[in-house]
């Protein structure tokens, strides 16, 4: 069965720290990994990861991606409160061929960044 | 930025009803998804639909459950006879070589 852990749980900072998000998986046919951030509703996404040590940056979130270990982190440098959401990680597995499959999610990070 | 749209945000439904959720994925993408997530747990996924017909579905996924692409647009969940934890937020997705896209959710509550 596939699965997906992520760590810590929960995290409270203060505006200005810098936050790392880990995400452990193990997973069947690896296809990619995705960070997600959920606010109210629908999870947005943050970033696709294939390829391992090479990371990908938005702005002040960055995240790469260790296909050996089988593990990804997400850093957010520099938190907001509007950094304030649930940080979902997932992993997608092939579904046979070229054919894009399912995604195993985690049970999230909840970052509270406080003023 | 083209959306994933999910209609209709809220439903209060009676145990033993039958519900429809509705789903406009992104126009040129050709992989949907429907995935759920109970109060507190983690995101489920419940079935994928590629080319008119279910291409993978989870244990969840079980008699109860029916999915259809009924005019190459819309792509709905049916869920034939509600139970009390059929009770979650049901999230529309679709997949293009960018990534997962997702809708905003259908809260279903039954009471």
């Known amino acids: 069965e596939d699965k997906v852990v992520q760590s810590p749980l929960s995290l409270v900072v203060h505006e200005g720290d810098t936050v790392t998000l880990n995400c452990s998986y193990e997973v069947t046919n690896f296809r990619s990994l995705l960070w997600y951030k959920q606010e109210k509703k629908a999870p947005t996404f943050l970033f696709m990861l294939?390829?391992?040590?090479i990371e990908k940056k938005s702005g002040r979130l960055s995240s790469i991606l260790d296909k050996k270990e089988l593990f990804s982190i997400l850093n957010i440098t520099a938190t907001q409160t509007g950094d304030s959401a649930v940080y979902l990680c997932a992993v997608e597995a092939n579904a046979g061929g070229t054919s894009y499959g399912k995604l195993t999610f985690g049970q999230g990070t909840i970052l509270t960044v406080h003023p | 930025e083209p959306e994933v749209t999910q209609t209709p945000s809220h439903q209060v439904t009676q145990m033993g009803q039958e519900v429809i959720l509705r789903c406009v994925p992104i126009s040129n993408h050709l992989y949907f998804y429907w995935y759920r997530q109970i109060l507190g747990q983690k995101v489920e996924f419940l079935v994928s639909?590629?080319?008119?017909?279910?291409?993978?579905k989870s244990e969840i996924f079980d008699d109860q459950f029916s999915v259809e692409r009924p005019d190459g647009s819309n792509f709905t969940l049916k869920i034939r006879s509600t139970k009390l934890e059929d009770s979650a937020m049901y999230f529309c997705?679709?997949?293009?070589?960018?990534?997962?896209?997702f809708g905003s959710g259908t809260r279903l509550t039954v009471v």
């Open positions: 997705a679709s997949r293009t070589t960018g990534g997962y896209t």
């Open positions: 639909f590629y080319n008119n017909e279910i291409s993978e």
């Open positions: 294939t390829s391992s040590g």
